[in-house]
């Protein structure tokens, strides 16, 4: 897949791939999205602790660095999973400036977020573990019990399939009760299949450049 390196309204970068149109963020600013549709929506929303954190495109490893920053500041421990049919090369990474602008103190963990191995679980620290699956979004099998979940697959315009009743219906059953989704299609279509999955959906203003974001909520039954 050919991959252009971009920089976003608040200078810090993402990926362009042509073939598809689709950028792996808003070029509004990486960070910025990243921050208001996963961390504050998402992670920082849930009030569990331990956490298990489930991801659908690990991409940049921005979310997980993001992840790694904010639960290190409230002190909470992380299991992360995260799923990625196509990685991002090493030299890619190399060229990402995602950790000078995402307030890390830390340069070399985005470098260990990358190169650590992919189908094993990975301890980042004392309280981050990290379990990277090279799979499919329809094939992975992450195990159950997923407190947070960040969906980012790229648009459902372009990949209608990971957006469909039978991927969220999945994704249910492997939330804990109480679990937050977030993701940041706000798609009537989206909602309704979130929706008939069981979760209960709102719409919530996105960040710059975007007007509504989706939150979900596996209520507690
Ligand atoms: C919007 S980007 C994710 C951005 C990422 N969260 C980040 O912080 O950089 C979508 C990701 O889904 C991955 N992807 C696309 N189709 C996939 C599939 N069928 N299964 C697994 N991953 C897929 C892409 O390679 C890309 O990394």
Same mark, same amino acid.
């Given at each position: ?90 030299? =890619? &990474?190399?060229?990402?400036? !995602? ?6 103190? $830390?340069?070399?963990? *985005? /470098? ?20 990277? =699956? &090279?799979?499919?979004?329809? !094939? ?6 997923? $407190?947070?979940?960040? *969906? /980012? ?69």
């Amino acid at each position: 897949m050919n991959r252009k390196l971009v920089r976003t309204g608040d200078g810090s970068h993402t990926i362009f791939v042509p073939e598809l149109g689709e950028h792996y963020h808003s070029i509004h600013g990486a960070v910025q999205e990243s921050e208001h549709i996963y961390i504050r929506t998402g992670f920082l929303y849930s009030e569990k602790n331990p956490v298990r954190v489930l991801e659908y495109g690990m991409g940049t490893g921005l979310n997980v660095l993001l992840t790694y920053i904010h639960a290190s500041r409230t002190d909470r421990k992380v299991h992360y999973h995260t799923v990625e049919k196509y990685p991002v090369t090493s030299a =890619e &990474k190399d060229l990402l400036n !995602l950790s000078e602008l995402s307030g890390c103190d $830390d340069p070399a963990i *985005f /470098d260990r977020i990358h190169g650590c191995a992919w189908n094993v679980e990975v301890k980042l620290s004392d309280t981050f573990c990290l379990y990277k =699956e &090279k799979a499919d979004f329809r !094939l992975a099998a992450p195990g159950s019990g997923f $407190d947070v979940i960040y *969906f /980012d697959a790229f648009a459902p315009e372009v990949q209608p399939g990971l957006w469909s009743a039978e991927m969220f219906s999945r994704v249910f059953a492997l939330a804990a009760p109480g679990a937050v989704l977030t993701t940041y299609s706000a798609r009537g279509q989206v909602r309704r299949h979130l929706n008939a999955a069981g979760f209960t959906t709102e719409k919530l203003p996105g960040p710059p450049g975007k007007r509504e974001i989706t939150r979900a909520v596996k209520k507690f039954s």
